[in-house]
């Protein structure tokens, strides 16, 4: 069967034009594969808005990380990719509010286990961010080159590995019931020892206003694209998990719950 945008009228959610679901495949078995899915068939430089599509069933809002069965697209890299880690969850604060916590990078050390320190290393000039987008002293904005002391086992004490990325997407959005939200999104810097040949990944976080007043539904995956990515899921795959789920109970905390 071959859906082509329209209406998925199991979960009365709209597809978009460039979403399909493979010929073949039913609504409820690929449903179940995973929490939501997007598939692109253009990329940003043709202006195509990139909005959240998520199959809401009954283990949202609070899906645990999980491997998805197939790779998802994001906005820099497009498809292609060898494997993507997702999850999502129900936050204790506006969107606006959460998105400040993710930007701003030198409060990362009290709240997240996972990425525990966030180091700016160089700013665009002037701030390309959206006007009403959260800001401050050492806050994350669209361009930012940074780097992530990473400790993918949460109760590791070592040093961190450090891990360069750039802010690649900060934009405002919005679902088809017209709750907004915010998108940012950051992918590797590649480096002489890993260029993006090699290796290269780009995360996405989705703040958008739930249905209950003053919280947010946060939807999270990255993809890992390269010729090491496989390598990388047999590495570092079996992690991704129970780092993802210590981002998010972080994130929880430092939001008040």
Not at 65 to 84: C, Q, R, V
């Amino acid at each position: 069967m071959e859906l082509e945008g329209g209406w998925w009228p199991e979960r009365h959610l709209q597809l978009p034009t460039w979403f399909s679901v493979p010929a073949g495949t039913s609504t409820s078995s690929f449903e179940l594969k995973s929490f939501f899915f997007l598939s692109r068939t253009s990329h940003r430089q043709q202006n195509d808005h990139f909005l959240p599509v998520m199959a809401h069933h009954s283990i949202l809002p609070n899906t645990r990380a999980i491997i998805l069965p197939s790779a998802l697209p994001t906005p820099s890299h497009g498809p292609g990719g060898t494997f993507t880690i997702a999850c999502s969850t129900r936050l204790p604060a506006s969107p606006t509010t959460c998105l400040s916590v993710v930007l701003n990078a030198p409060e990362y050390s009290k709240w997240n286990p996972f990425c525990r320190t966030c180091i700016i290393d160089s700013d665009p000039i002037p701030n390309p961010n959206p006007s009403d987008a959260p800001t401050g002293p050492g806050y994350l904005t669209l361009g930012t080159a940074f780097t992530f002391g990473v400790h993918m086992d949460l109760k590791d004490t070592s040093s961190p590995r450090a891990t360069p990325l750039v802010v690649s997407v900060l934009e405002r959005i919005k679902d088809r019931d017209e709750r907004k939200g915010w998108r940012v999104a950051w992918k590797m810097r590649p480096t002489l020892g890993i260029p993006a040949w090699m290796l290269k990944a780009e995360r996405v976080l989705e703040f958008v206003e739930s249905e209950v007043e003053g919280e947010t539904d946060y939807v999270c995956w990255e993809t890992f694209y390269g010729v090491l990515g496989g390598v990388t899921r047999v590495v570092v795959g079996g992690k991704l998990p129970a780092a993802y789920e210590g981002w998010n109970e972080g994130l929880r905390g430092a939001l008040g719950s």
